[in-house]
T-cell receptor
Framework: AAGVIQSPRHLIKEKRETATLKCYPI?????VYWYQQGPGQDPQFLIS???????DKGSIPDRFSAQQFSDYHSELNMSSLELGDSALYFC?????????????????FGEGSRLTVL | GENVEQHPSTLSVQEGDSAVIKCTYS??????FPWYKQELGKRPQLIID?????GEKKDQRIAVTLNKTAKHFSLHITETQPEDSAVYFC??????????FGAGTRLFVKA
């Protein structure tokens, strides 16, 4: 079965550079999430999109932006990178139940993109 | 917003023993409580979940219990095996489009 695809798997950048991470959700999944996980930390929610519209926002820095495109893939853009941005970035997708427009489903995570900022 | 607290942060058990991980949540409107297992360097994967209209759910060696009045839920693993060693995250979902994770419990199962 198709899973969530993230690219690149590994990325090394210098401080103040820009990075872009891509995520391809499971086909027919209408909700995409981005999480940041530092070493030994829990996944921190950054942002989510439902049907290509931003649906919720967490602790995403102003230097970061994200969008979901017409083919449902999503990109996380990170600018002016800092050492503290080094982390594993997970994308997850789910199928949101239409009744009540509430999301009570399982999150399917990609393998993650490991960003190292030097 | 929702806040999920999880404890213990580390748990070490002997193979064959049981392990219990507990979580509390703050938002009484939360209606969905999944548990994810994350092995070192890998992605979190759902192992069991429970919805607010159910008090307990079992799947082979794992079970989850929910106490809505006290706003806490627990993961129970029986007959632990070395391959159960991982980080376990509880999570809460209130509404909207975000799932909030607990801080995680690192489980060590000693052979």
């Amino acid at each position: 079965a198709a899973g969530v695809i993230q690219s690149p798997r590994h990325l090394i950048k210098e401080k103040r550079e820009t990075a872009t991470l891509k995520c391809y959700p499971i086909p027919r999944h209408d909700t995409v999430y981005w999480y940041q996980q530092g070493p030994g930390q829990d996944p921190q929610f950054l942002i989510s999109f439902y049907e290509k519209m931003q649906s919720d926002k967490g602790s995403i820095p102003d230097r970061f932006s994200a969008q979901q495109f017409s083919d449902y893939h999503s990109e996380l853009n990170m600018s002016s990178l800092e050492l503290g941005d080094s982390a594993l970035y997970f994308c997850a997708s789910s199928l949101t139940e239409l009744a009540g427009a509430s999301n009570t489903g399982e999150l399917f995570f990609g393998e993650g993109s490991r960003l190292t900022v030097l | 917003g929702e806040n999920v607290e999880q404890h213990p942060s580390t748990l070490s058990v002997q193979e064959g023993d049981s392990a219990v991980i507990k979580c509390t949540y703050s938002d009484s409107a939360s209606n969905y409580f999944p548990w994810y297992k994350q092995e070192l360097g890998k992605r979190p994967q759902l192992i069991i979940d429970i919805r607010s209209n159910v008090g307990e759910k079992k799947d082979q060696r794992i079970a989850v219990t929910l106490n809505k009045t006290a706003k806490h839920f627990s993961l129970h693993i029986t007959e632990t095996q070395p391959e159960d060693s991982a980080v376990y995250f509880c999570a809460g979902y209130t509404g909207g489009f975000k799932t909030i994770f607990g801080a995680g419990t690192r489980l060590f199962v000693k052979a």
